[in-house]
């Protein structure tokens, strides 16, 4: 199985930078994607998703695109906040039954003014 | 802006005691979640519910681990017998719906410490 330990990847930008943060999703049979925002002692809170029959997607400063060859996906954060500090936590699941949400290891970014 | 509520935010406990986590998940979703977070891990889902029944659980969700939704408004996980790895933190969320749009509203989780 997957390792998971006390140590998330982290990425560290300026104020103003554009971000990316990378996710390698498990199951193939996958067909709906959300990317999720943590703050230290919340939640996790929703940016964003994809469904499988789109390969990017656009919100508010952000884009998410999706590669299914791969089986990859990425966040990009434009004109990143100090606001934006956050572990990113992307998420996979299949659409219909019960199928729920399996989230991934999680990438910590870090916005330095 | 409606939200996923659960109390407490702090729960501390003695090994073997039973707990009980409250939630409150958003009033028109069908939907609703246990998932847990232990300390700089990712998020791991326990448990799905439907229809005043469990639609899915994972390995983590055993015989210690029940749910219930008691009443029109209230969700609750509750451990009979903590042990020290369920020390974690314990999110509630909910959906309104399971396909494309269905996605789940956290709440801001109970941090449960077994001592």
């Known amino acids: 199985g997957e390792s998971v330990g006390l140590h998330l990847p982290t990425l560290s930008v300026q104020e103003g930078d554009n971000s990316i943060i990378n996710c390698a999703y498990s199951?193939?049979?996958?067909?709906?994607f959300i990317w999720y925002k943590q703050e230290s002692g919340k939640g996790p809170q929703f940016i964003i998703d994809?469904?499988?029959?789109?390969d990017k997607r656009q919100g508010q400063r952000v884009t998410v695109l999706l590669n299914k060859t791969v089986k990859h996906l990425s966040l990009q954060i434009a004109a990143t906040q100090p606001g934006d500090s956050a572990v990113y936590f992307c998420a996979e699941k299949i659409i219909g039954g019960y199928s729920t949400l399996t989230f991934g290891k999680g990438t910590m970014l870090l916005v330095s003014p | 802006e409606p939200e996923v509520t659960q109390t407490p935010s702090h729960q501390v406990t003695q090994m073997g005691q039973e707990v009980i986590l409250r939630c409150v998940p958003i009033s028109n979703h069908l939907y609703f979640y246990w998932y847990r977070q232990i300390l700089g891990q990712k998020v791991e889902f326990l448990v799905s519910f439907y229809n005043n029944e469990i639609s899915e659980k994972s390995e983590i969700f055993d015989d210690q681990f029940s749910v219930e939704r008691p009443d029109g408004s209230n969700f609750t996980l509750k451990i009979r017998s903590t042990k020290l790895e369920d020390s974690a933190m314990y999110f509630c969320?909910?959906?309104?719906?399971?396909?494309?749009?269905?996605?789940?509203?956290f709440g801001q989780g109970t941090r449960l410490t077994v001592v």
């Open positions: 199951n193939s049979a996958s067909d709906y």
């Open positions: 969320a909910s959906s309104e719906a399971l396909g494309w749009g269905g996605e789940a509203f």
């Open positions: 994809i469904r499988s029959n789109m």
